[in-house]
């Protein structure tokens, strides 16, 4: 009886241990198929801050592809910009509407906007949202100005990026109408008017939001009806590479025109003073960084010109007194070279006039300085060595017939004159040659 007992006891314990494992396999693996899950639900984040140039076309292009190859539910740019490059808006544009997976622009945080590029990007995209106090439109394109064939390209212009936004509004079926008017009109709204006007699809406070109201909307993805379901969605961010987050840096054009200015000034200083090599190095490093900044950036090459000559003027009028011409000339020059610096037809990029005014005013007076002081140092005569003697005063110490000896500054020198002069007279002294002083009486 106790042998059957005691079998049946550890019959039951190892069932109970067999249970156990059972059930703890089975917690894993529905732990794991839930990390599992979580992981594979997610959506990507990137942030565009600042100007649209090549660098944020790039980093939205890899973006996309690397958005769909890691097989995130959706791509989110965070965005603020006022504006950029037309042709980078075109080949944002067109990743946005090719894209294979769903594209989502939200324009954030609160007070950011999406002017002129942005519009054209925001409109574009799957699913279109603002965050509260933020702003849209704005996007007319800055072209020629003037009479005649710059007035007609300057229409033809308006013409073509009105007919772009309202192609892409239409594509999107977003309100068509407003997409003209903020081409032609420069309109801006606010996003409580954005959404009555069908601009945008949805207003969210943040992120999680965002995916909570986009979630159900059905959208079209290269051509296929997608119902969205990103509410819970991890989010991950991707970031740009440090060599874009660099060139993205420079491609402000207020930041590339101070480089090329602090370079220019660099450049200047250590020709005017040559061996300091502080400056020197400085300009070079300063313009070789406003270089890479115009590779990215359009440049109108009649600005770089007129910056140029305004420099040389401004050189030239501290080494050479003109009683002010060469100084104001190169003043207008510098100022008008920095407007147009990057007055290109239908791009939005400028230099800040504040920027422009503050740092003309800043070089010119440092140009100006640093020349009349190089000027006045060049007109006074020497203080030491045998050229300092030349116009001194001194006394015949030997009677000079035609050779003999004179006190100068405490010490005795062999002179010699064209006349006879007795000792005790005072001489100027005209040249020193080996040692020798040629005067005359005083």
Known sequence: MTGYCGCSYLSAMRKRKVMSKLILAFLFLAAAASAQTRVERFVHLIVIAGTINPVTAEFIHESIRVSHDKGALALVIRLDTPGGLLASTHAIVKDILGAPLPVIVYVAPSGAGAGSAGMFITIAAHVAAMAPATNIGAAHPVGLTGEGAGKVLEEKLENFVASYGEAIAHKRGRNVQWAIEAVRKSTAITEVKALELNVIDLIAGDLEALLEQASGRVIEVSGENVELDLAGAQVVSLEMRPGQKFVNLLADPNIAYILMIA???????????????????????????????????????????LILVGAVLLVAEALTPSFGILGIGGIIAFILGSLMLFDVAGERLVVDRAIVFTTVAIASTLVLAVGYLAFRAQRRKPAMGKEALVGKIGQVVTRLSPRGKVRVRGEIWNAESDETIEVGEEVIINSVTDLRLKVKRA
């Not at 070789?288 to 900044?293: D, F, G, S, V």
């Open 263 to 305: 370079g220019l000034l660099g450049l200047y200083l250590e020709f005017s003073n040559p061996g300091l090599f502080f400056p020197g190095v400085t300009g070079i490093i300063c313009l070789l960084l406003a270089l890479t900044a115009f590779q990215v950036l359009p440049i109108n090459f009649t600005g770089v010109a």
